[in-house]
Structure formats: C-alpha cells, structure tokens
C-alpha cells in the first residue's frame, strides 16, 4: 500500500486551474485578498520589522518581493518576512476542522516562488489550492484538541507540508520529487505553545518560518537530497510523534473531490479564532437594542471550544495576552462597537473601564454548541446573554461566525481589505490592489501586483 505522500504527490501534480470548480476558485482569491490585506497592516509591527531587518541583512539575489518594502530577496526569505507579517496582528483566516491559518503560508509561498520563476495568476490560484488541501488534511488527522495538548501550534508543524506542496507544483516536480520534499518538510516541522506563557512574540514568525522550511525542503529534493517517504503515517513518523491517536482516514478523506478550502473562516476581528461568533453576537445584542457599555451588568458566553491560556484571562500583560482573552476581547468590543487591530493596543489593555466590564464576563463550555462542532467541525458557535442594570437580559446565538461557511460576508471581507490597506499604502492604492486580487487568475506578469505591493509610505506607522 502507498503511502500517503505519494497520494498527495499524485493530487499536486495533476490538479489543474482547469479542474477548480468556480466557488473554489473564488474563495482562494478571497483568501488570497485577505492574506495580503493582514500582511500590509502588518508590516508595521515590531515582529515584522524584526524578521524584516534580517532578511535585509542577509543580502543574496533579487528574486521576490518584501510587501511594503522597495526591495526584493531570495524567494524563501521573501516568504519568511511576507508570512511573518500575515500573521503579525493575528487577523489572518483559520480552518477550524484542523485548528490552522493556512493561507499565511501558504501564499507568502505561492508568491514568491511564482514572481521568481515568472508563473502566472492561474498557477498561483492553483498551486495555493494544492498546498491547502494537503495542509488541512493532516492538520485534521493530527486531531487538534490532542495536537495542542502535546504543545504544537499546528499552523506551523503542518504549514511545512502544505508549503513543500505548493513550492513543488510551482516549480513542477516529479512524483519523487515532490514525496522527497514532503519526507524532508514533515522532518523540520515544529512550533511550540509556549509563548502563550508570557505573550511573547514568536508566534507572528509561525507562518513565515512555515513556508521558509518547506522552500528549503524543495530547493533539497530538487538537489537529490531525500527524506522518508513514510514521514507522515510511520511508525516514527509525524502523527504518531506530533499527536495521540490520529485520525487517519482524514488523510485523504475527499481528496480530489471534496475542497476543504470551502470551509475556511476569514476573521473580521483581530483575535483568537474561536471568538469570533461571540463578538459577533455580542455587537448584535448591542446594536439591535441601543445598549451602551456603560449600562452591561453582565456578559455570559456560552461557546464550543475554549481557548487555552497561560495567563489570567480577566488581567492581560500584552497585546497578544488580549488577543487570546474573551472576557477582554468582549469588553472592548462593547465600548468600541469593534476588535479590529485598534482595539489590541498597550493602551487600551490597560483600560480600567474595559477591565472592569472584562470582569463581568462569565464562558462557559455550552452541551448544545459543543454537540453542533461534533456535528459539523466548522461551527463554533457561541451564546451571548446581556443582563443590564435595569433587569433586562438579551440573547443571540451563532452557530457560524462571519465569515465563514453558512455565513460568507464578501462585503465585509473586501471592506477588511481596503481599511487594513489604507491604513498602510492609502485607500487609492488599496483599491488598486483589490482590484489586481479580483482578477488574478487574468494576471501573466506578476510585476502588474507585486509593484503596487512593493509601495512604500514614509509615514509608515509603527507599533510595538
């Protein structure tokens, strides 16, 4: 019996731009979008600037572009720095049946590797597709409930496959070759939860570095260097050293027929993906009752999955902290009517009216919301009560959140876009972008996009 990389070398090479229904194609220029948006806005951390000074340092040949920078790298420094920023505010897409961000891997990936080479829109649409669903799928074998209570943070340990996937395509690899890129890929995977102890920030390079070893995985298979075709299933292999007991029939479970890509969820607020429908039910409470901050007795939160934390969640240190805290995230966005990057500042974490509204919110695990994840993984619903000063109490319940599948919210998405781009290049060359993004696969010179990404404001803002 074939192993499982050679199945996933087979639906790599024969997958075809021709071959993407419509719908797919669509979302992945979505998520494409959306990735660049987050990735723009993000080039004003600290964390960027970091990983960018780096790249910068490195010199080498001129071959990818750094977004937001008038210069161009070696294509898997491109990637470092470009996936570094697409996860630097925490705003880029999950899917939630394998706890990932694929798309700040696996696009930083698909653009490099494509300006370097000359490849066209089609081919970056088509190979990002590829990777995705490789990159999902064994995220879902590793069951992420016991991948994260072994440590890992899954974006990055399987971004490396999904990244080998999508670099080989690009540069049309052989069967062998691609089996030998994924052997070497799952053997230089890791990534570790432990920043959640004191908020550091190595999470933000996850997606980069991602992407970085999955280059450099291709760049060796494509020398002859070799890794085991077994990597994955063995008996020494990535499941069974990264999880307890895996779930392999996710492996291939659809593959070729089934896109898991259809079942990605685009944040629209800047915060741990499992928040989203709560904040969302939250603003509907508020807003569809003229409820002022002010007059919130009490916020109970019933949800599906709670996030797991290593800091108290009524009292965040850092702007990271914040990002992983419901009760925080719930009491901000009550007084700002928003958890958009604006609301996870040093400033406003220190806020006592937010930390004194943050005390008042109660999260429970609720039976009925966990039953519907069972169901259907992609749901994590939430259950929003509001008890007032005055004795009122008002409820909403979201079994998907925006956007995301039973829920898709183009207009807010490319709305997202063009306030995360303006913020950075301004709203006349956000538009510009957007409207590059909406018609990539009519795209055969990639300099049409990454000229307009390589801009550059003096004003650049800058955040810790």
């Not at 908020?199 to 999955?214: D, L, N, P, T």
């Not at 939250?282 to 800091?311: K, P, Q």
Request: aromatic fraction near 8%; hydrophobic fraction near 40%.
């Amino acid at each position: 019996m074939p192993y499982i990389s050679e199945k996933y070398a087979e639906f790599v090479l024969q997958l075809e731009y021709t071959d993407l229904p419509e719908k797919v194609r669509s979302r992945a220029k979505q998520l494409i979008m959306d990735t660049l948006g987050c990735a723009i806005v993000g080039s004003r951390t600290l964390a960027s600037r970091i990983v960018k000074d780096y790249v910068f340092q490195q010199n080498g040949r001129p071959e990818s572009t750094v977004i937001c920078a008038n210069k161009k790298v070696p294509a898997h420094y491109a990637m470092l720095v470009n996936g570094t920023m697409s996860h630097a505010d925490d705003f880029d897409d999950i899917h939630h049946c394998s706890a990932t961000h694929p798309s700040g891997v696996l696009f930083p990936a698909a653009l490099a590797t494509a300006e370097k080479l000359g490849k066209t829109g089609k081919d970056i649409i088509t190979s990002f597709v590829a990777g995705y669903e490789v990159m999902v799928r064994i995220g879902e074998a590793l069951v992420p409930e016991n991948h994260y209570a072994r440590g890992f943070h899954p974006t990055c340990t399987t971004g490396t496959f999904g990244a080998a996937c999508t670099i080989g395509k690009l540069y049309e690899l052989n069967k062998e070759k691609i089996i030998k890129s994924l052997g070497i890929a799952g053997s230089f995977s890791s990534g570790l939860l432990e920043f959640l102890q004191d908020g550091s920030m190595v999470k933000r390079i996850y997606s980069g570095i991602a992407a970085f070893r999955g280059c450099l995985a291709v760049e060796l298979a494509k020398l002859g260097f070799t890794g085991p075709d077994s990597i994955i299933e063995g008996k020494r292999g990535f499941l069974h050293a990264f999880t307890d007991n895996p779930n392999m029939i996710k492996l291939d479970e659809g593959l070729g027929e089934e896109y898991k890509i259809l079942k990605t969820h685009i944040k629209l607020f800047a915060c741990n993906g499992a928040f989203q429908s709560a904040i969302e039910a939250l603003l509907n409470i508020i807003d569809e009752n003229n409820i002022n901050a002010e007059e919130i007795e009490e916020i109970t939160v019933g949800t599906a999955h709670t996030a797991s934390t290593s800091f108290d969640p009524y009292n965040p240190k850092s702007p990271l902290d914040a990002s992983q805290s419901l009760p925080y995230t719930l009491a901000v966005a009550a007084f700002e009517k928003n958890a958009g990057i604006a609301q996870y500042t040093w400033e406003k974490i220190k806020n006592p009216k937010i930390l004194k509204l943050a005390r008042k919110v109660k999260v429970f695990l609720d039976p009925e919301l966990v039953n519907e994840r069972r169901e259907d993984c992609a749901k994590l619903g939430s259950k929003v009560t509001v008890k007032t000063k005055d004795g009122k109490a008002y409820t909403c319940k979201l079994s998907y959140h925006a956007d995301g599948p039973g829920n898709w919210k183009p207009d807010k998405v490319e709305l997202k876009f063009i306030n995360n781009c303006s913020v950075i290049l301004g709203e006349d060359i956000a538009k510009r972008i957007l409207n590059k993004v909406k018609e990539l696969e009519k795209i055969d010179d990639l300099s049409e996009l990454t000229s307009l990404l390589s801009k550059l404001k003096s004003w650049l803002p800058k955040v810790n």
